[in-house]
């Protein structure tokens, strides 16, 4: 998207309103399920969570090649807002926008509305799948209890006081 953000940008533009923040004109705009860490724009950042119950919003507004050059070095600078809500309403000077939902391109009218709703989704995992710890050996407690009130007369080859 680069070269096309350099040139000028093609297509509507866009308002989001994310809490009491508006930002304008951004060429790029990310609403996550959770925020993303790092606000890294070349989508090398990961989510640590996806059950905080808020929206991730990263949006790219640049304005000059020194601008693109500082979000590429992953510096932050003027051309790159990143924060979180509890809803984001993208509005745009078209009826229509396209959005990119999951991986496909599907054209919306507007305003597009993104709100989450915390633990509405159950997702159920393998326990052995790749990535998990093993999990930590039970306690022994009986075993624990003798360690824990030893008497010398119980322990042979050890002289009692």
Not at 68 to 87: F, I, P
């Amino acid at each position: 998207m680069l070269p096309e953000i350099l040139n000028g940008h093609r297509g509507a533009k866009l308002y989001a309103t994310a809490g009491d923040t508006t930002i304008t004109g951004p060429q790029a705009l990310l609403v996550s399920n959770n925020p993303y860490e790092g606000g890294d724009i070349a989508g090398l950042s990961r989510r640590s969570r996806l059950d905080t119950g808020t929206l991730g919003v990263v949006a790219v507004t640049v304005n000059s090649a020194l601008q693109a050059a500082t979000l590429l070095r992953g510096a932050r600078g003027q051309g790159l807002t990143t924060l979180t809500a509890d809803e984001v309403v993208v509005d745009a000077e078209a009826t229509e926008i396209p959005v990119g939902i999951d991986g496909e391109t599907v054209i919306m009218p507007t305003p597009v509305r993104c709100a989450i709703r915390p633990k509405v989704l159950r997702v159920r995992v393998p326990k052995d799948r790749p990535g998990v710890l093993p999990p930590r050996a039970a306690l022994d407690w009986p075993a624990l209890v003798k360690l824990a009130s030893f008497r010398s007369e119980e322990r042979p080859g050890l002289l009692p006081g």
